[in-house]
């Protein structure tokens, strides 16, 4: 059973820094997607960033892109989130996901993190 545990997250005043680390378990081998979605409440989903651990090529959403670095540590089964520049906007709660293939929607993930709240202040 693979389980994913996230820390970081927190409050910030636009312009600021964060970041988001999410471990997995379960996995025997690095072969194996992990990214991030966020929500705000009523909203829908939003698939942030992912990276797929055998060919370490990053995806990110538009809006974060150049803003926001998705990194791995495959030791460590422990994938990043660095985000830099942050905007009110980014105030969500940020799941941490996990699946053997990258999608692109959240149904395709079936593996989810509790979820870290990141505020971003104007």
């Known amino acids: 059973q693979v389980q994913l545990r996230e820390s970081g997250g927190g409050s910030v005043a636009a312009g600021g820094s964060l970041r988001l680390a999410c471990t997995a378990s379960?996995?025997?081998?690095?072969?194996?997607?992990m990214g991030w979605f966020r929500q705000e409440p009523g909203k829908e989903r939003e698939g942030v960033a992912r990276?797929?651990?055998?060919?370490?090529?990053?995806w990110y959403a538009d809006s974060v892109r150049g803003r926001f670095t998705i990194s791995q540590d495959n030791a460590k089964n422990t994938v990043y989130l660095q985000m830099s520049d942050l905007k009110p906007e980014d105030t969500a709660m940020y799941y941490c996901v996990s699946a053997r293939l990258c999608g692109w929607r959240d149904s395709d993930f079936p593996y989810w993190g509790q979820g870290t709240q990141v505020t971003v202040s104007s």
């Open positions: 379960g996995y025997t081998d690095s072969n194996y997607c």
């Open positions: 990276v797929y651990g055998f060919t370490n090529i990053p």
